[in-house]
């Protein structure tokens, strides 16, 4: 039996797909544009191997577009065939039964498969890293930590692939409050794996959630090498530069990194459509003139209506939609959001609660009616993190949800929500936030009419 550079079982036989396996781990751990390349490699110097085609059909699923379903059902059919012809350790199934539990509606259940896999092999950093990228897409933020932080023993100084796996637990430390240890770990990780563009990011969530934009934007200015040669994460890298600079009062400057380089190619990748919608109605909030820019990302959030893979996508193509007053576009993501409400899944769940609310919170708030935006906005908030995404990510709609307090008069109920915000980032105030309780102070020194 081989092993892979993880140091990991594999069933492959000959060393050219071996090493196009190995190829393919590491660029999946950094992100890299090749992963699909390497995959394709493997598959068809031994395509009886099972787990590349369950490789396959998961990161298809990843992609949270309706169309690579059929990809992964695909996959898995052929996985499946490969194992009844050749085999498969007990890994590789483990990959066929998160494939399986994935494509019935239950990703929690892939993630069990393969957290299954890792009780045997706890060095596997590809299953590490993909049970974490499962549960990131369900915003499961401790499970993300407890996932990781049981395999770092596996993972010593000698692991190929330690830096990866420290990147990804300085995100789960971020994610759940341990700033001072979050930047420890990604920092270090980055010494063992200059590469990493997820580890590097973990520690500009950092910087976000700490109010450190200098500090922020010299990390990215100075670790270039660590994302500028990742797939389009890089966009996303961008994106976190760009807020780092409108917490600096630098509206001009996000406004042309939007143009140079977060849009600079016209993807109708939801992750690329998330940084692009949620930093401008960033900049709208801010009462910055966007002009038409909200056009291209409509036309695309159009095609998307129906999809109703993630909850988080749904809702930043509304924020499109309404973004550029595509109301009977918005009128039928509402109707499917209803529809999808009804069904079974983990998915469906969190359509349910909270996406039933986000979504009218949002439609109230590009119409003005900031009192029910605020309403409806307020009672998602319990369970938005179940959408998945990081604080980071979700603030756009804390920022929505405090603003329509603010409009609408709910001064009480908004200071809750901005004291909650502050808690949640070390108690450090930034630009959103001060800029917020001045208007809360003014507001309440104007006499009742």
């Known amino acids: 039996m081989n092993h892979d550079i993880c140091n990991a079982p594999v069933s492959l036989q000959s060393q050219p797909a071996l090493d196009s396996w190995n190829a393919m781990i590491r660029a999946f751990l950094a992100h890299k544009p090749a992963t699909p390349q390497h995959l394709g490699a493997v598959i068809d110097a031994e395509p009886q191997f099972a787990m590349a085609h369950a490789a396959r059909g998961i990161f298809s699923l990843m992609m949270g577009r309706a169309e690579m379903w059929q990809v992964a059902e695909d996959a898995r ?33 892939a993630i069990a498969a393969l957290e299954r896999v890792l009780d045997d092999t706890p060095q596997d950093t590809l299953t590490a890293k993909t049970s974490h990228a499962i549960r990131f897409i369900l915003g499961d933020a401790q499970g993300m930590r407890d996932s990781v932080e049981r395999v770092l023993p596996a993972h010593g100084p000698d692991h190929p692939l330690r830096g990866y796996l420290m990147g990804c637990h300085a995100f789960t430390l971020e994610e759940t409050g341990e700033y001072a240890s979050a930047e420890l770990a990604g920092r270090a990780g980055l010494t063992y794996a200059p590469d990493d563009a997820w580890g590097l990011h973990a520690v500009a969530h950092v910087h976000d959630m700490r109010a450190e934009a200098h500090a922020g934007i010299t990390l990215i200015e100075n670790h270039k090498s660590a994302w500028d040669g990742s797939n389009n994460f890089r966009y996303h890298v961008w994106w976190h530069k760009a807020l780092l600079h409108m917490d600096r ?20 990748d939801y992750r690329d459509i998330s940084n692009a919608t949620s930093l401008l109605l960033r900049l709208e909030l801010e009462g910055v003139d966007i002009g038409d820019r909200w056009t291209e990302l409509a036309d695309f959030a159009e095609n998307r209506i129906d999809d109703g893979c993630l909850v988080f996508a749904d809702l930043h193509y509304q924020l499109a939609l309404a973004g550029a007053a595509k109301g009977d576009a918005a009128a039928a993501m509402t109707a499917r959001f209803a529809r999808d409400a009804r069904r079974n899944g983990d998915m469906a769940e969190r359509v349910a609660d909270p996406g039933l609310a986000a979504l009218a919170g949002l439609n109230a708030f590009a119409e003005g009616r ?41 001064f009480d109920a908004a200071e809750q929500v901005l004291q909650e915000r502050l808690a949640l980032r070390a108690g450090r105030e930034d630009r959103f936030a001060a800029t917020r309780f001045d208007q809360l102070s003014r507001a309440r020194r104007i006499p009742a009419q």
């Not at 059919?77 to 494509?103: F, I, P, V």
């Not at 009062?249 to 109708?268: C, F, H, M, P, W």
């Not at 029910?372 to 603030?395: E, V």
């Open 77 to 109: 059919t052929t996985a499946h065939a490969a194992r009844a012809e050749s085999g498969a350790n007990s890994r590789e199934a483990g990959w066929l039964a998160a494939l399986d539990h994935w494509l019935a509606d239950s990703p929690t259940g």
């Open 249 to 268: 009062g630098e509206n001009d400057v996000a406004l042309d990194l939007y143009d140079s380089q977060i849009r600079a190619d016209k993807t109708d």
């Open 370 to 410: 900031y009192g029910t935006a605020f309403d409806q906005l307020a009672n998602a908030r319990r369970k938005m993190q179940t959408i998945g995404g990081s604080h980071a990510q979700r603030d756009v709609f804390e920022r929505m949800t405090i603003d329509a307090g603010l409009r609408a008069g709910h």
